[in-house]
T-cell receptor
Framework: AQKITQTQPGMFVQEKEAVTLDCTYDTSDPSYGLFWYKQPSSGEMIFLIYQGSYDQQNATEGRYSLNFQKARKSANLVISASQLGDSAMYFCAMRDGTTDSWGKFQFGAGTQVVVTP | NAGVTQTPKFQVLKTGQSMTLQCAQDMNHEYMSWYRQDPGMGLRLIHYSVGAGITDQGEVPNGYNVSRSTTEDFPLRLLSAAPSQTSVYFC???????????FGDGTRLSIL
């Protein structure tokens, strides 16, 4: 069974600083995908970044990067140069490689980030 | 682009009532899912579908039914609402395994 763990329920970060959000996962399937989503207080789910289990390089999207350590089964999100608009809940999610499960994502409990001036 | 459309946005029900939450997507995505989000928790998968005519249970399926007669629509039915089903419900769709899910704006459901 899949499992996603986000151990940081909440954190404060100062504007312009970098922040790392932890995510560990558990799967026995060699093929899987890892996703990070942002949920601001308005409630919508915003996709940030994707990492495939066979990707050789860590994914990057603008100020977001994913520190993928496959052997440790971790996929930490790094937000560089934090902005006030980054204040939100952040979710790590995974789906495994079985075709019938491609629509079956599992989410972590989330990390609440508050960016302070 | 409409993306994933959920209706209604808000609903209040009495215990024992039934209702259907609607979800439609215009991206021709094969994969669609329903989640519930409770305070302090992540999203929990209720049911999902890998294509028209194919559905399967997720983590918390009890009390909910789904069907997928077309690629576009994936309604979620509450047969007999219970206060424990008070939650925010999200519908999502995706195409390929390495593609992210696109989410609707959510339905906030309260059951008295």
């Amino acid at each position: 069974a899949q499992k996603i763990t986000q151990t940081q329920p909440g954190m404060f970060v100062q504007e312009k600083e970098a922040v790392t959000l932890d995510c560990t996962y558990d799967t026995s399937d060699p093929s899987y995908g890892l996703f990070w989503y942002k949920q601001p207080s308005s409630g919508e789910m915003i996709f940030l970044i994707y990492q495939g289990s066979y990707d050789q390089q860590n994914a990057t999207e603008g100020r977001y990067s994913l520190n993928f350590q496959k052997a440790r089964k971790s996929a930490n999100l790094v937000i560089s140069a934090s902005q006030l608009g980054d204040s939100a809940m952040y979710f790590c999610a995974m789906r495994d490689g079985t075709t019938d499960s491609w629509g079956k994502f599992q989410f972590g409990a989330g990390t609440q980030v508050v960016v302070t001036p | 682009n409409a993306g994933v459309t959920q209706t209604p946005k808000f609903q209040v029900l009495k215990t024992g009532q039934s209702m259907t939450l609607q979800c439609a997507q215009d991206m021709n995505h094969e994969y669609m899912s329903w989640y519930r989000q409770d305070p302090g928790m992540g999203l929990r998968l209720i049911h999902y579908s890998v294509g028209a005519g194919i559905t399967d249970q997720g983590e918390v399926p009890n009390g909910y039914n789904v069907s997928r007669s077309t690629t576009e629509d994936f309604p979620l039915r509450l047969l007999s609402a219970a206060p424990s089903q008070t939650s925010v419900y999200f519908c999502a769709s995706s195409q390929y395994s390495n593609q992210p899910q696109h989410f609707g704006d959510g339905t906030r459901l309260s059951i008295l």
